[in-house]
């Protein structure tokens, strides 16, 4: 199968603290990897896209000054809430992508992390 | 602009019975619709995937249908469980070399004993 890891599965942090939350892909390579944000009864908002070796590509609102991704390996990527206010307690969702033969490919989601700043 | 609606937004239903959930999405050129459920507190597992060129898709209880002319798709679940209660949400994705997904409001179901 395909497996995504990620540490923790919960957080709290006191505001004004950093967290870092990790995104593992256990028996594949990724060189895509993906970052949601889930807030309660809403669906998974894409906040970036995590390439290995090169820096994130953050979709459009989303600061990335305060949401630092790293994707040092092909087995992982990081993202690191920087300065967390209570706002940004959320749940927080990676994905990493696999490739298959031809074009096709499929995203495998981690079981997320629940984010909550006091 | 690229969207994906899913009905209803909540349903509650009784152990054993069978219910339909929809999606309609406007996405183009479209590649692929998946259907995914999540576990509350839980990353989304995927039940089916379906190309533009395939109409029907069956794992276990759950059929899924695609209509690419109408950009409509259905999630069919049979004899339903307590287990079934959480949040199906259906996922398109465009054209090859889109990697990105655009995910549907989803519908959040509740099987009663």
């Known amino acids: 199968g395909a497996v995504v890891s990620q540490h923790p599965s919960w957080v709290i942090c006191k505001s004004g603290t950093s967290v870092k939350i990790e995104c593992r892909s256990l028996?594949?390579?990724?060189?895509?990897m993906f970052w949601y944000r889930q807030f309660p009864k809403q669906s998974l908002m894409l906040m970036a896209t995590?390439?290995?070796?090169?820096?994130?590509?953050?979709e459009q609102g989303v600061e990335k000054d305060k949401f630092l991704i790293n994707h040092a390996s092909l087995t992982l990527s990081t993202l690191t809430v920087t300065s967390a206010h209570p706002e940004d307690s959320s749940f927080y969702i990676c994905?990493?992508?696999?490739?298959?033969?031809?074009?096709?490919?499929?995203?495998?989601f981690g079981p997320g992390t629940r984010l909550t700043v006091t | 602009k690229n969207q994906v609606e899913q009905s209803p937004q909540s349903l509650i239903i009784l152990e054993g019975k069978n219910c339909t959930l929809q999606?309609?999405?406007?996405?183009?050129?479209?590649?692929?619709l998946r259907w995914y459920k999540q576990d509350t507190g839980r990353g989304p597992v995927s039940l089916t995937i379906m190309t533009f060129s395939e109409n029907t898709k069956s794992n276990g209880r759950y059929t899924a249908t695609l209509d690419a002319d109408t950009k409509q798709s259905s999630l069919h679940i049979t004899a339903s469980q307590l287990s079934d209660s959480a949040s199906y949400i259906c996922?398109?994705?465009?054209?090859?070399?889109?990697?990105?997904?655009?995910f549907g409001t989803g519908t959040r179901l509740k099987v009663l004993a």
């Open positions: 028996d594949f390579q990724a060189t895509t």
């Open positions: 994905s990493a992508m696999r490739a298959y033969s031809g074009s096709s490919y499929e995203q495998y």
């Open positions: 999606c309609n999405y406007t996405v183009s050129p479209f590649s692929n």
């Open positions: 996922v398109v994705s465009g054209a090859s070399g889109t990697y990105k997904y655009i």
């Open positions: 995590s390439n290995e070796g090169s820096k994130a590509t953050y």
